[in-house]
């Protein structure tokens, strides 16, 4: 099972809006409704920030956001601010589950 | 308050073997399906194994099969990784986490580093 495809990195400036592309196949991202999305801090444990493409587990900031449009699943976080910054994974139901490249989001 | 502690990590030579173990606190251990995800040093999330409340079905990544085991006591409230004929790319930091719904997981562990060196 390969690896789903997120952008090495992407940045915003606070306040602003950064969205995050989780690109797969129909043999995962785009045959359930099953993506999921970690936040992770250098040195700590992931944290999940959206589950079944855009439910928010609760005390998640209703500034992250989760959607899928074919095989592409998308993270938006608005409103960005200076702890937003840390790596974003997906991760898809395929059979077993596979997880996304990850993306490094800066905030300027 | 939900806790998840693994431990037995280490430094290892190649073909040799550990067992990861992860206790948990704080919920109702037997009601959950169980995971252990690992991340070699700079890179992604890897999902390795889990396991039904009851240990009754067992689901492996293809890269280890055959290598690894995965296992429960719901008595002690412990998850464990049995992990034989390690190989240098086996190298990862290995979390024990609590799936929550199919392919998530909502609670982590801090995590147990696996060095394969010799």
């Known amino acids: 099972q390969s690896a789903l495809t997120q952008p090495p990195s992407a940045s915003g400036s606070p306040g602003q809006s950064v969205a995050i592309s989780c690109t797969g196949t129909?043999?995962?991202?785009?045959?359930?409704?099953?993506v999921s999305w970690y936040q992770q801090h250098p040195g700590k444990a992931p944290k999940l920030m959206i589950y079944?493409?855009?439910k928010r587990p609760s005390g998640v900031p209703d500034r992250f956001s989760g959607s899928k449009s074919g095989n592409t699943a998308s993270l938006t976080v608005s409103g960005l601010q200076a702890e937003d910054e840390a790596d974003y994974y997906c991760?898809?139901?395929?059979?077993?589950?596979?997880f996304g490249t990850g993306t490094k989001v800066t905030v300027l | 308050e939900v806790q998840l502690v693994e431990s037995g990590g280490g430094l290892v030579q190649p073909g040799g073997s550990l067992r990861l173990s992860c206790a948990a606190s704080?919920?109702?251990?037997?009601?959950?399906?169980m995971s252990w995800v690992r991340q070699a040093p700079g890179k992604g999330l890897e999902w390795v194994a889990n396991?039904?409340?009851?240990?009754?079905?067992?689901y492996y990544v293809d890269s280890v099969k055959g290598r690894f085991t995965i296992s429960r006591d719901n008595a002690k409230n412990s998850l464990y990784l049995q992990v034989i004929s390690l190989r240098a790319e086996d190298t990862a930091v290995y979390y024990c986490?609590?799936?929550?719904?199919?392919?998530?997981?909502?609670?982590w562990g801090q995590g147990t580093l696996v060095t394969v060196s010799s």
């Open positions: 991760s898809s139901y395929a059979g077993s589950n596979v």
């Open positions: 129909s043999s995962d991202v785009g045959g359930y409704n099953y």
């Open positions: 079944e493409v855009s």
């Open positions: 986490a609590r799936d929550f719904t199919v392919a998530s997981y909502d609670y």
């Open positions: 396991i039904k409340k009851d240990g009754s079905e067992k």
């Open positions: 704080g919920f109702t251990f037997s009601s959950y399906w």
